[in-house]
């Protein structure tokens, strides 16, 4: 039986898809754009399917093609991430780097950890994708990237874990809106009236510890883009909770910053990769020296 799809086609699809036209994509594979028409005909008449929605100037796909597109990331990521295990096996001083991390740890960690890396390893490069916990976790799995930076939960059977001290919660407000009686921090239940933006996975949590002080918290937002958050009490539309290394998201006069106390409220970054994956020797790199500037006593999982 002939083959139906092969990583030719596959790649040919990837960057029709990820270019939104055949002609970009063309110019991306270095091939003429007939050609590569001509081969995404093949496909979907190999599949007998329609992959794409014809007479948009931008590419649209159909169900099969969504599926087709979620499969085929899945896929390449897999075998380039094999490839790249192969050859970036020596001394570290050169290949790529390929991070994912949700935005506050990027932002605490990244720039301070890959300027000090880029003086030893002057020659290594970095892909940076920055998503939520759970889709860093699943670029993670995929083989996209060979470190996650994340406050998600994550299991510690399937990956190996450097992680961080507890970090604080702050309430950031505007400063025509302040509460609180204290300068620098901020009882629970003095938000009791305030209107609040609160992070998705720390919901459940913070409406069970606002219930047990005896009141229904006043949640007009959740949301998890810190800098929206921060915008939005810049608009003066509520009080956003954020960690506190969210501070330098955003500087500006107008925000106030208090940490939460009585009950004091913490979270953690965790950096972490698959125990079944060999890394690059430059990735171990990167890890032993996130775990010297960062980690004094390293807590590994």
């Given at each position: 039986?002939a083959?139906?799809?092969g990583?030719?086609?596959?790649?040919?699809?990837?960057?029709?898809?990820?270019?939104g036209?055949?002609?970009?994509?063309?110019?991306?594979?270095g091939?003429?754009?007939?050609?590569?028409?001509?081969?995404?005909?093949?496909?979907?008449?190999?599949?007998?399917v329609?992959?794409?929605?014809?007479g948009s100037?931008?590419?649209?796909?159909?169900?099969?093609?969504?599926?087709?597109?979620?499969?085929?990331?899945?896929?390449?990521?897999?075998?380039?991430?094999?490839?790249?295990e192969?050859?970036?096996?020596?001394?570290?001083?050169?290949?790529?780097?390929?991070?994912?991390?949700?935005?506050?740890?990027?932002v605490?960690?990244?720039?301070?950890?890959?300027?000090?890396?880029?003086?030893?390893?002057?020659?290594?490069?970095?892909?940076?994708w920055e998503?939520?916990?759970?889709?860093?976790?699943?670029?993670?799995?995929s083989?996209?990237?060979?470190?996650?930076?994340?406050?998600?939960?994550?299991?510690n059977?399937?990956?190996?874990l450097?992680?961080l001290?507890?970090e604080?919660?702050?309430?950031?407000?505007?400063s025509?809106?302040?509460c609180?009686?204290d300068?620098?921090?901020?009882?629970?239940?003095?938000?009791?009236?305030?209107?609040?933006?609160?992070p998705?996975r720390?919901?459940?949590?913070f409406?069970?510890?606002?219930?047990?002080?005896?009141?229904?918290?006043n949640?007009?937002?959740?949301?998890?883009?810190?800098?929206?958050?921060?915008l939005?009490?810049?608009?003066?539309?509520?009080?956003?909770?954020?960690?506190?290394s969210?501070?330098?998201l955003?500087?500006?006069?107008?925000l106030?910053?208090?940490?939460?106390?009585?009950?004091?409220?913490?979270?953690?970054?965790?950096?972490a990769?698959?125990?079944?994956?060999?890394l690059?020797?430059a990735?171990?790199n990167?890890?032993?020296?996130?775990?010297?500037?960062?980690?004094?006593?390293?807590?590994?999982?």
């Amino acid at each position: 039986m002939a083959q139906v799809i092969g990583i030719k086609d596959m790649r040919a699809f990837f960057a029709i898809v990820e270019e939104g036209n055949i002609s970009h994509a063309a110019q991306r594979l270095g091939i003429a754009q007939p050609a590569l028409s001509r081969q995404m005909k093949h496909l979907e008449e190999n599949l007998h399917v329609k992959l794409f929605e014809r007479g948009s100037r931008r590419i649209r796909l159909t169900e099969a093609g969504a599926l087709l597109y979620n499969r085929v990331e899945n896929i390449l990521g897999m075998v380039d991430g094999t490839v790249r295990e192969i050859k970036e096996i020596g001394n570290g001083s050169k290949g790529v780097i390929r991070i994912g991390t949700i935005t506050t740890s990027g932002v605490m960690i990244l720039p301070d950890l890959i300027s000090e890396f880029h003086k030893l390893y002057p020659e290594v490069t970095f892909e940076i994708w920055e998503a939520e916990g759970a889709r860093i976790i699943e670029l993670l799995d995929s083989r996209l990237i060979e470190i996650a930076i994340t406050r998600t939960q994550v299991d510690n059977l399937t990956y190996d874990l450097l992680i961080l001290p507890n970090e604080p919660f702050v309430m950031v407000m505007n400063s025509e809106n302040v509460c609180g009686a204290d300068d620098d921090t901020i009882k629970l239940s003095e938000l009791e009236s305030q209107p609040l933006i609160i992070p998705l996975r720390w919901k459940s949590n913070f409406i069970a510890a606002c219930q047990e002080l005896n009141f229904e918290p006043n949640i007009i937002c959740v949301s998890d883009s810190i800098v929206q958050d921060l915008l939005m009490v810049k608009n003066n539309l509520g009080v956003a909770m954020i960690p506190y290394s969210g501070k330098r998201l955003l500087s500006d006069s107008d925000l106030i910053y208090k940490r939460i106390v009585e009950p004091e409220v913490t979270t953690h970054t965790v950096l972490a990769w698959r125990k079944n994956q060999t890394l690059s020797t430059a990735c171990r790199n990167f890890i032993e020296l996130f775990e010297k500037l960062f980690i004094k006593e390293a807590i590994s999982v």
